[in-house]
C-alpha cells in the first residue's frame, strides 16, 4: 500500500460506481455482450472490484493521453526544450510505483528532431508508455491500493453489487447469454434463472471480512468475537442477497449477528453505514 495519489483514484472511482448512469457508454465496454456472466465465477482473489477499478483506471489514461494539450499545460515555461522540466500525469504515476521508463521530456528530444511539440506528441508518448510491458503491473498496483480504501467503505460496496447484479439480472432474456453460459461452461455457477448458486464461503473471504467489519455485527453493533465461529456461516451475509443477482465476491459479503441476519433473510435492505470509533473518546 503506497497512498500516492489513491484518494484521487478512489474517488473517481466511487464517482463512476455512484452515478453509473453518466458512464453507461464507457462501462458498456466491461459489461458488453454476455462479459458480465465472466464475473460470476464464486470467489476469485482478484475481486470483482478489483477488475473494475482496473477498468476505470485504464480507461482513463487512455482519456488522458487525447486530452493532454500543449495550450492546456498549465505551466508552459515547463516545456523548454532545452530546459525540461514537464512530466505528464500518466509518467508521474509510472515513476511512483517505480516503474522505469523514458521521461516525456527525454522521449520528445530523441523523437522530434524539429523540436517542434504538437499535440499528438502526448498520444504517441501514451502509446509508448502503454507498449511497456510493465504497465498493466502499475495498474494494478495502483488498483490495489484503491482497493483497499473502497473495501472499508460498505455503502459504496453495496452500490457497486447492485451495479453488477443490474447487469446480470438484465441478462435474463438474452438468448446470447444462455449460449455463453454453455460456451463457457459456466451452468455450475449461474442457474437457468441467472442468480447464482450459493457456494461454501472461502476462509480467506471470512477472514478478510470479520477483521473489516471488526467482529461486530455491523447491523446492531453486538460483538461477535466472543462466540463467533468463522465456520459459521450464517454470520456472513450476501449485501445484494443472490436472490436478488448478487455476486459471490468478497466485496459483497459483510458480517451479521444470526438475528440480523434471519431479519434479512434475502432482502434488499439500506446500506449500512455504522462504523466503530477506533478508540473511546
Ligand atoms: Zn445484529
Known sequence: MKYLGTYYYANIVQGVIENSFDYLSNLENMFSDSEILDYARPFTKKSNLHSFIEFIIDSLFWEESSKLSISRCRDRSNLDFDNPTYITPLEQVLSEYKMGIVSFMQWWKISATDQVLEDGLFEDYYNYLFSLSNYYKVVESLSEDVFYIIFLNRK???????????????????????????????????????????????MWVKRAVYFRDRGICVNCGRDLSGYLSLENVENFDHIVPLNLFGFNDVTNIQLLCRDCNSKKSGNRSEPITMYQSWYEK
Open 156 to 202: 459504496l460496496l453495496q452500490e457497486f453489487n447492485e451495479l453488477f447484479s443490474s447487469y446480470l439480472q438484465s441478462c435474463q432474456d438474452s438468448e446470447d447469454a444462455k449460449e455463453y453460459i454453455m460456451d463457457n461452461g459456466l451452468q455450475e455457477v449461474i442457474r437457468s434463472d441467472f442468480k447464482l448458486h450459493r457456494v461454501n464461503i472461502p
